[in-house]
């Protein structure tokens, strides 16, 4: 029943072979009997005018007659010169010469008048000759002579009649239309259910996607179309899949990122009711936890929003020139807890001019998250290096750190949404863990090359570069 569904691939396929093959078949029988007549005379025509403009040309040249000879029987045709009166010239035998043998007065009357309101010095006619029970093609055309009359040369063609021709092309054309037409839907089918045959099968593992299989896998056809759709297709399955593990991940970060300082609010809360409430040292250190734990929640929260507005591109950059280097300054001394408390030390090297264009509050943005990034990934060797390099029409930007690195085959997916380089849940000293696909949609929005360089157990490098302002 699906072959006969009017709007499928295989139906339309398969009605416009059987179209084309019917097309065919009818020029063919129109080409082969009934203008078969008209290309005959046409071609007849055509070789007769030939012939005699050929003849014309070589009048009067050594060997003239010898050539009307040879032409006139392997063409089978009669060619004759003829005088003024009608009489015959050529060719003459011995008996001709004796009885002088002319055209018909009316046959060479009918050839004058034709010949002679012909706008050129040749014509080319039919009439029907009783002789032969059917037309004759006439050629005429003047031969001229240089101090006497001039002559005619006259060309008589019999046209064969074509009838039984046409009647064998028939009844092969009959035969040929039959197998034609057969193969032509055998053919068809075949060519359209080959065709058909490979879209089907991705319709229903399309389906099977769709219902959350994401180990499916589209087969691919024998065609360069269909090649590249099962190609996208897997491709978008395997990204499907990949966004699904890492909303999977992403609950899991968030819930755990989420219930830790709930259960120390909730806890340090009961504790200042029942325990510190009239103990002023302890009441405020237990007050203190309860604030920085909201603060935790606080950051995890603007980091999901800001990762929202960066990707779905509600924020326009504010462009404008700025020195990234007294930039970063100002950020290392909101890091400056982290090397009192923590031992970490933070080393800024600058080479050439730092001036860059961009949107000074976004590229903030980028430099902390990279520097949080750093903090959270280092061991014991806890230095930070930071490098600004002129580079003509760019500034490279590089924040270098000695801590864990990351696998080779984890690179190219620590941009990607909610990603956790060993998808530890760890509860990090700063940050929420989706920093670094805040860093890659800012600088995506400001066309910047950026990457990273890492070794396991040696530490990464992160670097992006941004436009020197002039």
Known sequence: MKFFDKESIKFKLWTYFIALSAVIMVLLWLLQ??????????????????????????????????????????????IQILDGDGNLVYPLNLIDILRQPRLDYKLFSEFLINLLNSENNHVIYYREDIRFSGPTLVYGAILKNEGSSNYFLYINSILQPVDSTVNVLQKQLIIVTIISLGMGLILSYAIATKLTK???????SAKSLAQGDYNIVFNKGDYTEINNLADTLNYATKELSK????????????????????????????????????????????????????????ILVNDMMDLSKAQSGLENLGMVSFDIKKTTEDILTRFKYFEDKYGYSFILNSKGEAKVLGDESKIQQVIYNLLSNAVNYSTDMKEITINIEDEGSNVLF?????????????????????????????????????????????????????????????????????????
């Not at 008209?38 to 007659?65: A, D, R």
């Not at 490979?198 to 229903?204: D, K």
């Not at 936890?289 to 909201?294: G, H, K, Q, S, V």
């Open 33 to 78: 009997t009934v203008f078969l007549n008209q290309f005959y005379e046409s071609m007849k025509t055509n070789e007769i005018k030939k012939i005699g403009n050929s003849l014309v040309q070589q009048y009067g040249k050594e060997g003239f007659e010898d050539l009307l000879y040879t032409t006139s029987l392997s063409e089978g045709i009669v």
């Open 198 to 204: 490979p879209i089907e099968e991705i319709t229903e």
């Open 243 to 298: 966004t699904e593990e890492l909303r999977r991940d992403l609950i899991a970060n968030v819930s755990h990122d989420l219930r830790t300082p709930l259960t120390l609010i909730k806890s340090y809360g009961e504790m200042i009711r029942d325990i510190s409430g009239n103990n002023e040292i302890k009441r405020n250190s237990h007050i203190k936890t309860i604030i920085d734990e909201a603060d935790r929640l606080t």
């Open 398 to 470: 590089q924040v270098r750190d000695r801590g864990v690195g990351i696998p080779e085959d984890q690179l190219a997916n620590i941009w990607d949404r909610y990603y956790k380089v060993g998808k530890s849940h760890k509860r990090s000293i700063s940050g929420s863990g989706i920093g670094l696909s805040i860093v890659k949609s800012i600088l995506m929005a400001h066309k910047s090359e950026y990457g990273v360089e890492s070794k396991l157990d040696e530490g990464s490098t992160f670097f992006f570069k941004l436009k020197k302002s002039l």
